[in-house]
């Protein structure tokens, strides 16, 4: 009986959610949740788009997260994620960019990416970094949505993956 109370309640904060037109989805993970079972990044929505063109070898884009926690590794993790496996559009004169990972190969490398993006050691950390001065935060039902401008390394990012047998070497596909 409390596990089908459970199911309805949650039904009916994802519909009220859906219904403000809040484009995120409501299962964001908090710190419990990452601890015991790491973070598997497909599972949360974000939103990322091309913010400025980047100095060379990196990117600079715009993430939307929504999370229970105003924490910024929801922003690093959605941004390294999305430069990844989604790409970005184009947006005031900035490139489309493409995602570095198809999806055969994540599906393929599952195993790494789920440690990649694992918080409790947050190796995807070291890819991206928050530009000062344009996190804005606001409280919604259920947490926080930030929006914030993050520099993503992807030529560093490249190599590391490189280095590790994720993605060919440019010298190998050339």
């Known amino acids: 009986m409390n596990t089908f109370f459970i199911v309805c ?6 519909v009220q959610s859906a219904g403000e037109g809040v484009p995120f989805a409501s299962n964001c993970f908090h710190e419990a949740e ?33 999370c229970r926690k105003r924490e ?27 995602p570095m990972i198809s999806q ?14 694992d918080f409790r050691n947050e190796s995807f950390s070291g890819f991206a970094e ?19 401008v993050v520099e993503v390394y992807k030529a560093l990012l490249r190599k590391h993956l490189e280095d590790d047998g994720i993605l060919k070497k440019m010298s190998e596909i050339l």
């Open 104 to 117: 055969e190969d994540s599906e393929f490398h599952e195993d790494y990416f789920k440690q990649f993006f």
């Open 72 to 98: 910024m590794k929801y922003c690093l993790a959605a941004a390294v994620h999305g430069v990844l496996f989604k790409g970005y559009a184009s947006v005031n004169g900035v490139k489309a960019q493409k």
């Open 34 to 66: 990452a601890a015991q079972y790491g973070v598997a990044l497909k599972d949360v929505e974000y939103e990322i788009n091309a913010e400025s063109i980047g100095k060379q070898g990196k990117a600079l884009v715009k993430v939307s997260v929504r």
């Open 130 to 148: 928050i530009v000062p001065g344009t996190v804005v935060s606001t409280k919604v039902r259920g947490g926080y949505r930030i929006e914030v």
């Open 9 to 14: 309640l949650l039904f009916l904060f994802n």
